[in-house]
Nanobody
Framework: QVQLVESGGGLVQTGGSLRLSCAAS?????MGWYRQAPGKKRELVAT???????NYADSVKGRFTISRDNAKNTVYLQMNSLKPEDTAVYYC?????????????WGQGTQVTVSS
């Protein structure tokens, strides 16, 4: 069983920056960040493969950067030029592959609030 521990959320003004971190307790393959705003479905923010290939939602391209430290099993999300519409609970996601197939893990979520 792998546990994901997130940190770095908080309250920031429009245009500000935050950096989220997510540390996995074991070896994982792909990692990513998702977010869920009140009354909305959870949506993909950014993902990064074990090889470092990245993918971003159109709404965050050019503002957010995902990165990872494989030695620490940690993924980061640098968020710049934050907007009120970025307000949401941000969830870390990771997966790994076993003989039984792909296993998906989620963090507990961290609140990001952007004030106007």
């Amino acid at each position: 069983q792998v546990q994901l521990v997130e940190s770095g959320g908080g309250l920031v003004q429009t245009g500000g920056s935050l950096r989220l971190s997510c540390a996995a307790s074991g070896s994982i393959a792909n990692m990513g960040w998702y977010r869920q705003a009140p009354g909305k479905k959870r949506e993909l923010v950014a993902t990064i493969t074990s090889g470092g290939s990245t993918n971003y939602a159109d709404s965050v391209k050019g503002r957010f950067t995902i990165s990872r430290d494989n030695a620490k099993n940690t993924v980061y999300l640098q968020m710049n030029s934050l907007k009120p519409e970025d307000t949401a609970v941000y969830y870390c996601n990771a997966d790994r592959y076993t003989f039984a197939g792909r296993i998906d893990y989620w963090g507990q979520g961290t609140q990001v609030t952007v004030s106007s």
